[in-house]
């Protein structure tokens, strides 16, 4: 009865549709009927019909939503920023998408070692609502002291404070839960701050302001300032995954704007940019460089390399600033020239980097390079040659003299590297340094050349802390943007020097002079003796001393007028004149009353101290609150202190909605929109089905 009872009730609606002529327009309630007729073709009753409405719309809706989210801009990885970048944060995806950068300004004051930079980039939310949080991210040269924080959200100017990180993130949640403006900065990495932003209205610009200073690096017989714009990609082996996001993003450069003033305190032979367009003016001793062009983004740092004009005798510059009842100085020793090679017999290890990443021209000049040190090699020098990608060879086993034969198996070795793998360093390093390859009586040198980067720092800082022994470390970064800190801290420990060479074109001249180099140092195993009690000074491990090189040193000594002006002794033993002897040379230091910021360079020298011993396994908490203790001191942001800056006068129309637009109109679980989507999906299909099923069963 109930089958044929719906059959009739079917038959009787087609019945009522063919009654309408086809001549006539449907009435509203024929086109009723017919899309009944229609459902009841189908075997759909009017449940089956809203849930199938459901269904679809949903589906649209996910689609809709996923069209969106492939237009938008891409994903970013911090890792992966070559320059100053605002992103919008999604909270539901966890990634973040940059915002269109509208200018970047760098104003630059260098003055003999010391450099004031302000970075101000300014970024506009094209959006038609608000960003409830933003994050901005941006590299920094190595060893830079980040002191002053401004940000300007369209009229509105708000400074930033050093806090406890605890506690500025406190007074950043409460600031932008309640609407508020606010930014705070961060440390990343040591080389990579984080700026996090509340509340940015719909089509507002916004601009941050940072100013920070670092001490100037001198090598290859010049001084050079770095702005970094460009970072690469870090391998890092596995199991050491920090658990980053995994998609990079590109930004818009917008416009560009880099102006430096240089006063260098001695005449110069030659100044010049390496990889930029830019004009030079002189105005009495100081020099204004300016880049011309404004629009340029590539993956090239900006630098300025100056050459001091040589002399006979050795030159020292010494900068100070007295502050809280202490002296803090900089102090720069130039050796003298250098002719004669080194008295000493020498151990060389090279270690060559023929990952994938040095495929083409950087592979085939650095082979050139290593191809003729090689061939300067003579039986009185022992050496060794290790490849490394994914994993490590070495030619001989233990160090071998440099005969012909030797120096023959050698030639062909290099000549057959070719390009393959990750940039796994930590086996050729062993290998390196292990006992087989370390020489008494010898003058041990690792030359370690790479384009490459890591993620494992800390990993790889200890391995050289640990055997690094009577050797010592020198490392060649290749390409346009290195991990310039592991590589600097890495031949820190390893007590030699870092050598970047930026222009595959410059890779030949740099390393033959490196080698020449290495050949003639000028004083070994130094040390510094002060006159003076409770001297803080900086680098504690001094390096030797190569051509052209100087000692560079920071410290902090009580005032005291009754002793007089500080003095101290560098000592050490010179390896010219067919023997080893000893140096040493007394200077008295003077306050030159000119400079400041000497006592924030100081204080984040002794930071970065600290945290290498971190690194190493010190004392956690004691050396925690020995960095914040000086970061608040001297303004500095580190791994346990943070800038935050909050509008204490905000506008209260604009207060109001940025609250608004931190409401959700709908509950959002923890997986996202897209899981939302699915399970409801899910849901009005098996509802359909139960439908369906519990038709089929009436019927029957």
């Known amino acids: 009865m109930k089958a044929n009872k719906h059959k009739s009730i079917r038959w009787e609606l087609e019945q009522l549709a063919q009654k309408k002529s086809p001549q006539n327009p449907a009435k509203p309630n024929a086109v009723k009927q017919q899309r009944e007729k229609m459902h009841q073709k189908l075997g759909l009753n009017w449940k089956d019909v809203v849930i199938f409405s459901m269904f679809m719309f949903f589906t649209s809706l996910y689609q809709l939503n996923a069209h969106a989210q492939s237009h938008s801009p891409a994903a970013v990885d911090f890792d992966d920023i070559a320059s100053g970048m605002m992103m919008s944060f999604n909270k539901t995806t966890g990634e973040y998408h940059n915002l269109r950068l509208v200018a970047t300004d760098y104003d630059v004051d260098v003055f003999g070692l010391l450099a004031t930079i302000k970075l101000k980039q300014s970024f506009y939310n094209d959006r038609d609502d608000w960003i409830t949080e933003a994050v901005y991210a941006f590299p920094m040269a190595d060893q830079s002291a980040v002191y002053r924080m401004r940000m300007t959200v369209g009229e509105r100017v708000i400074e930033g404070e050093i806090h406890e990180k605890k506690q500025a993130e406190q007074i950043y949640q409460q600031a932008k839960s309640e609407g508020l403006t606010a930014t705070m900065v961060k440390q990343y990495r040591p080389n990579i701050f984080t700026s996090d932003i509340a509340n940015i209205g719909p089509q507002e610009l916004i601009s941050v302001e940072i100013t920070f200073q670092l001490s100037l690096a001198y090598q290859q017989q010049a001084f050079e300032l770095r702005l970094p714009m ?262 820190m420990f390893g007590r030699g020097t870092y050598t970047h060479i930026a222009g595959l074109n410059q890779v030949n001249d740099v390393m033959s002079h490196l080698f020449e180099q290495l050949s003639r140092p000028a004083l070994t195993d130094l040390a510094v003796t002060w006159n003076t009690p409770d001297v803080v000074q900086s680098p504690s491990v001094i390096p030797d001393l190569y051509m052209d090189q100087p000692l560079v040193i920071t410290s902090k000594t009580p005032l005291n007028k009754a002793m007089g002006a500080p003095s101290f002794v560098v000592s050490g033993f010179s390896q010219t004149g067919g023997q080893s002897k000893t140096w040493s040379e007394q200077l008295q230091l003077r306050d030159d009353d000119r400079t400041t910021g000497i006592a924030r360079l100081w204080a984040r020298n002794q930071v970065e101290e600290m945290t290498d011993d971190l690194m190493l396994g010190g004392d956690y908490e004691v050396l925690k609150e020995q960095i914040i203790a000086l970061a608040l001191n001297h303004r500095l942001i580190t791994e346990f202190t943070a800038m935050v800056a909050v509008d204490r006068n905000p506008d209260a129309s604009r207060q109001a909605q940025a609250k608004a637009a931190q409401q959700v109109p709908y509950p959002q679980g923890s997986l996202g929109w897209r899981w939302g989507l699915l399970l409801g999906l899910l849901l009005l299909g098996a509802g359909m089905t139960l439908n369906r099923r519990a038709g089929f069963l009436n019927a029957e």
């Open 230 to 491: 460009a970072i690469k990609p870090r391998y890092i082996p596995p199991g050491m995954d920090p658990e980053l996001p995994a998609t990079t993003g590109v930004m818009d450069a917008g416009q560009r704007r880099i102006n430096v003033r240089l006063d260098a305190g001695f005449e110069l032979d030659e100044l010049r940019s390496l990889h930029h367009n830019v004009a030079i003016s002189q105005e009495f001793d100081a020099h204004w460089i300016r880049l011309r062009d404004e629009q340029l983004y590539d993956a090239n740092d900006f630098v300025l390399r100056w050459y001091p004009r040589q002399g006979q005798s050795p030159k020292a510059a010494y900068f100070s600033e007295q502050k809280g009842g202490y002296e803090y100085s900089l102090l720069m020793v130039m050796p003298p020239n250098v002719a004669e090679k080194s008295a000493q017999p020498r151990n060389l290890t090279y270690i060559m980097d023929t990952s994938g990443s040095m495929h083409g021209v950087a592979l085939e000049q650095s082979k050139d390079a290593l191809l003729f040190a090689l061939s300067e090699l003579d039986d009185q020098t022992y050496f060794n040659v290790i490849d490394f990608d994914s994993s490590a060879k070495a030619l001989f086993p233990a160090s071998r003299p440099g005969t012909p034969d030797n120096i023959q198996l050698a030639l062909n070795f290099v000549d057959g590297f070719s390009s393959d793998g990750g940039t796994n360093m930590a086996p050729a390093l062993q290998i390196a340094m292990q006992r087989e390859n370390i020489k008494s009586g010898y003058l041990n040198q690792i030359i370690f050349m790479t384009d490459g980067s890591v993620g494992n720092e800390a990993q790889i800082f200890d391995q050289i802390a640990q055997d690094i022994g009577q050797a010592r470390l020198f490392t060649i970064a290749i390409g346009p943007a290195p991990n310039n800190y592991f590589m600097s801290k890495a031949a």
